[in-house]
């Protein structure tokens, strides 16, 4: 489900990108955008999400070891799977609907190499109010309630793994979470970098370059950094 949600932003985003470096521009239509903004939507949500449920899954398994094979079974792995995308769909769905009301009377330039949520509302000549609200009531289970999860979860993998007598055992419970704490904080960093960063011309020049790193570079470094945790990909 992660391959899928990467797969799914790097196709959204990086031919059209591609298309705007090598003619300098590119043209796209107002229903265009904002497609292209909904799908950039539901893959960034649906990635938060996920990594909260692999934050999850490293709590049972190195915080309660002798429970994790009777809770993470298939069953949990699925429906936890099938909700994250149901409610990244709906959330993403909302916000996309509310920008398709709004007015778009020019300029009709975005200042970006993607329809982002910033620079579709900065080319709207209509009151964008209740956008805005609605996006900050939204940020709550798709970006606080996840990150405080994943905090909670590695302050508790933390404590337990100071707990273990052994180097050797420490070493080997925190490598089985190394992985996913290393994608937690270069996707967690660059949004928060990115959304909460004062919106000023500097800054909004500076955040086109940080996006880069959560709309290509962290899809380009999932598989390296997973598939490095992996013994048949060792192995061969």
């Not at 539901?42 to 190195?62: G, N």
């Not at 949990?76 to 799977?81: P, S, T, V």
């Not at 709550?140 to 996840?146: E, W």
């Not at 707990?163 to 994608?183: A, E, M, Q």
Request: with cysteine; aromatic share 12%.
């Amino acid at each position: 489900h992660l391959s899928t949600s990467d797969i799914l932003i790097t196709t959204n985003i990086t031919p059209n990108m591609l298309h705007v470096i090598l003619h300098v521009q590119s043209t796209i239509s107002l229903t265009g955008c904002i497609t292209q903004f909904y799908f950039h939507g539901l893959s960034s949500s649906s990635e938060t999400l996920f990594l909260t449920v692999m934050s999850y899954d490293r709590y049972l398994a190195i915080c309660k070891p002798l429970h994790y094979t009777s809770i993470m079974d298939i069953w949990l792995c699925l429906y936890l799977a099938v909700w994250s995308w149901i409610l990244s769909c709906t959330v993403s769905m909302l916000i996309a609907s509310l920008i398709h009301q709004l007015v778009f009377c020019g300029p009709h330039i975005i200042d970006h190499y993607f329809c982002d949520f910033i620079p579709l509302l900065q080319l709207s000549c209509s009151d964008s109010t209740i956008v805005k609200m609605t996006v900050i009531v939204l940020s709550i289970p798709l970006v606080i309630l996840p990150l405080s999860s994943i905090f909670y979860t590695y302050i508790s993998i933390f404590i337990t793994i100071s707990r273990i007598s052994t180097s050797s055992g420490k070493l080997k419970s925190f490598s089985t979470c190394s992985s996913h704490l290393i994608v937690v904080s270069i996707y967690y960093g660059t949004l928060i970098t990115i959304y909460m960063a004062p919106s000023n011309n500097s800054a909004f020049n500076i955040n086109k370059s940080i996006s880069l790193l959560y709309t290509v570079g962290t899809p380009l470094f999932n598989p390296i950094i997973y598939c490095l945790r992996n013994n048949d990909i060792k192995n061969a």
